[in-house]
């Protein structure tokens, strides 16, 4: 009986009878799409409020922090 409870819960029975797949997909839309445009947007504001620290590669911020490159040296 929980187990159809918590089934219910997650995937209710849709009158109009959305299949689960349509759920499923709406789930991972918003778990892998949404974070991405949500850090996309903080990186370009951040950018746009320290445009010279785009130019000199970000060298006055944080260095203990690795932002995935590095100097080529």
Known sequence: ??????????????????PPDFLLLHFFFGAIFIPF????????????????????????FNKSIYYGYEDIQ
Do not use: H, V
């Open 1 to 18: 009986m929980y187990s159809i409870f918590i089934t219910l819960l997650f995937f209710p029975e849709w009158t109009n009878g959305l």
């Open 37 to 60: 445009i949500m850090i996309n947007r903080k990186a370009r504001k951040f950018d746009r409020e320290n445009p010279q620290s785009m130019s000199d590669g970000y060298k006055d």
